[in-house]
């Protein structure tokens, strides 16, 4: 009943959660020394025995497992040494009587207050239980019950170690197996006493746990509207993606485009190195031309001064190569148009060889045809231009 009590007690005072208690976890082992005396007086010889007359040393052992925060439980053993003439219970043997226990602990520390993490510096501990007692005196055994409490210390930064100051009540000295624990109990000599009153002072060693303490961890909880809130980020997050992958999915359609795009630049080679070759043509065109008469392939005077100028410049350039392009106006068949285009080139190739000594194999001349490109007016289609071949490489 006291036991439902204190679990009452601490389910309501218990505002947290704490880790899991495995098998081998929040186990203690502990030594105490201390002194009893029995409660009730007695005589003997007509001589009082009992309260504060009869002392005996003790020497005890604990060892114990906290099954929760508040509520846990321990093997005790109590062993009383024969001190005096006067011993406790008037025993003639060295060792006056031993109690072995079962107790159940209660920190009403815990139980009231609730747990914050760790053990406080100072705990306040009840102990209730029942075991066997025998007295070797008389060679008696019998039930007993024990009741206590514990003012602890826990030392030390891990807080593993407990020093504590234990007044107890051992109630129901042997007489019987079966004798009442709860009232007087009588044997030799008429000595009744109902209880022993005895003051210990102890230690207890807390072994490691599996949460790497030696105490119980709270678990981290979190509560719903802190869950809530990490959802909508979660969501938030997963919306932001959806919209990223569109985003990607748009740009690999764009890269893929231009992709395309450069492919296709890529096939047109010819045009380009065509468009290039326009230009370095352009570029290496020289300004003279000599001008022809309708159905003429001969050069004139005027056409002579165009030939001069060319062949000026190509003794100051000796590296220069010139090729001369003759063209014949629209008018007529292509056959005649042909052959009096290549007939205008050879013919000023002649002039600058023959009249101006330039190296024939400096010189190409080709005939274009007929063309409308390079003027509107006929007349102006019916020349021969300069290109130095050097200017292409």
Excluded at 330 to 345: C, F, L, M, T, Y
């Amino acid at each position: 009943m006291c036991a439902a009590a204190m679990l009452t007690v601490s389910a309501s005072a218990q505002k947290t959660t704490i880790t899991s208690n495995k098998a081998g976890d929040n186990w203690y082992i502990g030594a105490n020394v201390g002194i009893g005396t029995p409660i009730s007086t007695f005589k003997v010889n007509n001589e009082d025995w009992g309260r504060l007359k009869g002392f005996a040393p003790k020497l005890g052992v604990r060892v114990g497992k906290n099954l929760t925060t508040v509520f846990g439980l321990a093997l005790d053993a109590d062993l009383y040494i024969e001190s005096t003439e006067k011993s406790m219970m008037k025993q003639k043997t060295f060792v006056d009587a031993i109690n072995v226990d079962i107790l159940g602990t209660f920190n009403l520390s815990n139980a009231f207050a609730g747990y914050k993490g760790e053990p406080r510096a100072f705990e306040v501990i009840g102990l209730i239980g029942g075991g066997y007692s025998r007295t070797f005196g008389e060679k008696s055994t019998g039930l007993n019950a024990k009741a206590g409490l514990d003012f602890a210390f826990n030392l030390g930064a891990a807080k593993n170690v407990q020093l504590y100051i234990e007044p107890a009540l051992v109630f129901g000295q042997p007489k019987s197996v079966w004798a009442n624990p709860f009232r007087k109990v009588a044997f030799g000599n008429e000595k009744k006493f109902n209880a022993l009153a005895q003051v210990s002072v102890g230690l207890n060693y807390k072994f490691g746990n599996s949460n790497g303490s030696s105490n119980f961890k709270i678990e981290q909880l979190r509560d719903q509207a802190e869950i809530d809130g990490l959802n909508a980020k979660i969501n938030e997050l997963r919306a932001d993606n959806k919209a990223k992958d569109g985003k990607i999915a748009a740009d690999g359609r764009t890269i893929a485009d231009l992709k395309a795009q450069l492919a296709a630049c890529q096939a047109r080679p010819a045009q380009t190195i065509i468009e290039e070759r326009i230009i370095k043509e352009v570029n290496s065109t020289l300004q003279p031309i000599v001008i022809f008469g309708q159905g003429k392939t001969t050069v004139d005077a005027a056409g002579m001064a165009s030939c001069e100028m060319v062949a000026k410049y190509m003794k100051n350039h000796p590296e220069s190569k010139v090729k001369i392009l003759g063209y014949a106006s629209p008018e007529g068949s292509k056959e005649v148009n042909d052959r009096i285009a290549k007939q205008r080139a050879e013919s000023v190739k002649n002039v600058l060889v023959k009249k101006y000594k330039i190296a024939a194999d400096r010189l190409e001349a080709e005939g274009q045809g007929a063309t409308d490109k390079l003027s509107s007016e006929n007349d102006f289609n019916r020349v021969a231009k300069f290109i130095d071949l050097s200017l292409l490489k």
